[in-house]
């Protein structure tokens, strides 16, 4: 899109529609925090409701064990439920 009068969440909308990044990228590419950067992105994924494309989220994952069975794909977990491992990989959002 690359439209000057475009919002911030229509701008992540089409960074995401290109790549895979996860929240905190997306926070370093737009220049916001990344607790904004997971608000866009959940509601870029309702806005895309009745349309023909989605947004697919890769949950977090641990380092150390593998674990990917999070409640909340969309959030970085602080430790893993199974090994209590604090080194947990973000989760991933593309738009398709």
């Known amino acids: 899109m690359e439209n000057a009068n475009a919002t911030t969440r229509e701008r992540i909308a089409d960074y995401l529609r290109g790549r895979t990044a996860a929240a905190g990228t997306i926070a370093n590419e737009f220049d916001i925090p ?41 959030n970085r977990p602080s430790r893993c439920p199974e090994c209590r491992s604090e080194s947990i990989e973000e989760p991933l959002f593309r738009v398709e």
């Open 34 to 74: 990344t607790t904004s950067a997971l608000s866009h992105v959940e509601h870029i994924a309702q806005s895309l409701d009745g349309t023909d494309e989605q947004l697919l989220a890769a949950p977090p994952e641990c380092r150390d064990c593998g674990f990917s069975g999070f409640d909340d794909r969309a």
